[in-house]
């Protein structure tokens, strides 16, 4: 019987919902669809223990194949069950649960676990129909839940480390009383009351660094500010903190002509994270096989966000993320250090969706 939490039954109900639909809507960076972005499903392309089950739209029927095998099913059946599936969802009140009403359904359709392998991008992949191009395009989407806890875009680890160096030398009554300072924006206002700025320094792992440098040169220096304006102050949203830099301009660049230089350099940040930038590993500029994200809404609908509508895309993720404070043990930030006779401070960087 099959066992999971509200996300990994949110990939079952992504692929029942779309299915009852029969169409893939595009959303807004406000989460509404957009109806201008409507697209008609042609098929579906889930991965079950390594082998493609393709599930076929005709008319009042789909077509379910793989495996050897082939069954048809009534889109009435997949509108029950879509239904039945989101209310148990929404009404779990455990970790992980199981579902017994939708088992032998799930069965029928082939359906033998819950989520894609984790060492795998893409969650499910989808063939429409685009009536302006008159295309058939395949597109890979990773599915991101808002029916259970939000979903992280950058997961905080050594790697995400910011260094800092100290603008003067503090002595160890004033370290200590700054170290034990758990909240941030009480750790920086100590800060300030000794006249204390920060500099960046460097990225704890050159790779990653390198990694921002690909995108942009001066992204590493955009975020290191990004992360001391937002352990400042409460704000978290990206959209907020980008609008204060904007505001600051700490890289000095000619806003005159109201460029958007801090907006569009955070959003390309944004997007080659969701599509395949990790900070352990050197990042060459390919997109993964997914190319963009579907989310499940807390009302169940499902909008769709891919680099096939890149404008779309990047708004949603630019307006729908913010920064959240790792473990500082785990990830051993946010204490002042000596090294080599400086005085150092690292910042981690963690970005998860809002919910």
Not at 86 to 110: A, M, V
Not at 271 to 294: E, F, H, Q
Not at 345 to 355: A, C, S, V, Y
Request: proline content about 2%.
């Amino acid at each position: 019987m099959l066992k999971g939490n509200k996300g990994e039954w949110s990939e079952i109900y992504t692929l029942l919902k779309l299915l009852g639909d029969g169409n893939l809507h595009s959303g807004n960076a406000d989460l509404k669809k957009i109806k201008t972005l409507v697209y008609p499903i042609i098929k579906i392309i889930r991965t079950e223990l390594d082998k493609d089950f393709e599930y076929i739209l005709n008319k009042n029927f789909v077509i379910v194949t793989g495996d050897n095998n082939e069954v048809t099913i009534s889109l009435k059946r997949f509108q029950e069950y879509t239904k039945l599936l989101l209310n148990k969802i929404k009404s779990s009140e455990k970790g992980t649960f199981f579902i017994p009403e939708i088992e032998i359904f799930l069965d029928d359709i082939k359906c033998k676990s819950l989520k894609a392998k984790s060492s795998v991008k893409t969650d499910i992949k989808i063939i429409i129909h685009d009536l302006k191009t008159n295309t058939q395009p395949l597109l890979g989407f990773s599915i991101k839940s808002q029916l259970g806890r939000p979903s992280t875009l950058l997961n905080a680890s050594k790697s995400t480390n910011f260094i800092y160096e100290l603008s003067a030398n503090l002595n160890n009554e004033q370290i200590n009383e700054i170290n034990n300072t758990k909240k941030f924006v009480e750790k920086f206002n100590k800060l300030s009351q000794n006249n204390i700025n920060l500099s960046f320094v460097n990225t704890e792992k050159l790779i990653f660094k390198n990694n921002l440098v690909l995108i942009d040169s001066l992204l590493p220096e955009i975020v290191a500010h990004l992360l001391i304006l937002s352990s400042k102050s409460n704000k978290t949203t990206i959209f907020d903190l980008t609008k204060q830099l904007n505001q600051l301009n700490p890289l000095k660049y000619d806003l005159q002509y109201n460029h958007n230089f801090y907006e569009y350099k955070i959003k390309h940040l944004l997007t080659d994270i969701a599509l395949g930038l990790m900070p352990a590993k050197v990042w060459r500029g390919t997109y993964d096989t997914t190319g963009g994200y579907l989310v499940v809404k807390k009302s169940g609908e499902i909008l769709a966000y891919h680099i096939y509508n890149k404008n779309e895309f990047e708004d949603y993720l630019f307006e729908n993320t913010r920064l959240i404070r790792a473990s500082t043990t785990r990830h051993e930030f946010g204490k002042i250090y000596t090294q080599k006779g400086k005085q150092l401070i690292k910042l981690n960087l963690q970005i998860r969706f809002k919910n």
